[in-house]
């Protein structure tokens, strides 16, 4: 996330990268196509050979078993977190917003980050990096 210190060519590869585990996910499970999440990390020409999907400009930071929407509306304030034993399914009609600076929403029991650079990095990625398709998320 871009609020946090570190070294981001970490997130530039993985083992997709890899052509041995990549036949092997074609051997085994008849994947083909990869999907990727811009997170401010892409428009580097890293993608692997293949098929590739990137889907903008939400990306998921994390899942947890605590719903962050659920106790805002039940206690008022999320620190009071607890597991949900019966959903009202808030989420359908609501998100649970975090100060700007953050650039990350609530949604269901997981959290998305947004990169709101992805559009100026947009004809790089698709030219330089092997990106065949384009998701457009809407939360």
């Known amino acids: 996330m871009a609020y946090k210190l570190g070294d981001r060519t970490l997130f530039e590869k993985n083992s997709v990268h890899a052509a041995f585990y990549r036949k ?12 990727w999440e811009s997170c401010g990390n892409t428009g580097t020409g890293k993608f692997p050979e293949g ?3 990137m889907h903008l ?7 947890s078993q605590y719903c962050p929407l659920y106790v805002a509306c039940t206690k008022g304030s ?12 808030f989420c359908e009609k609501q998100a649970f917003l975090y100060p700007e600076h ?6 269901y029991n997981s959290l998305f980050g947004v990169d709101l650079d992805v559009w100026k990095r947009m004809r ?8 065949d398709r384009v998701v457009v998320n809407l939360l």
Request: hydrophobic residues 30%; aromatic residues 10%.
């Open 78 to 89: 999320r620190s009071a977190q607890m597991p949900v034993r019966e959903c009202p399914r």
């Open 102 to 107: 953050l650039r990350m929403m609530g949604r």
């Open 24 to 35: 092997y996910l074609k051997a085994e499970f008849q994947i083909e196509r990869y999907e």
């Open 124 to 131: 790089e990625m698709l030219k330089l990096c092997g990106v």
């Open 57 to 63: 400009p939400f990306y998921q930071t994390n899942t």
């Open 51 to 53: 098929k590739n999907s």
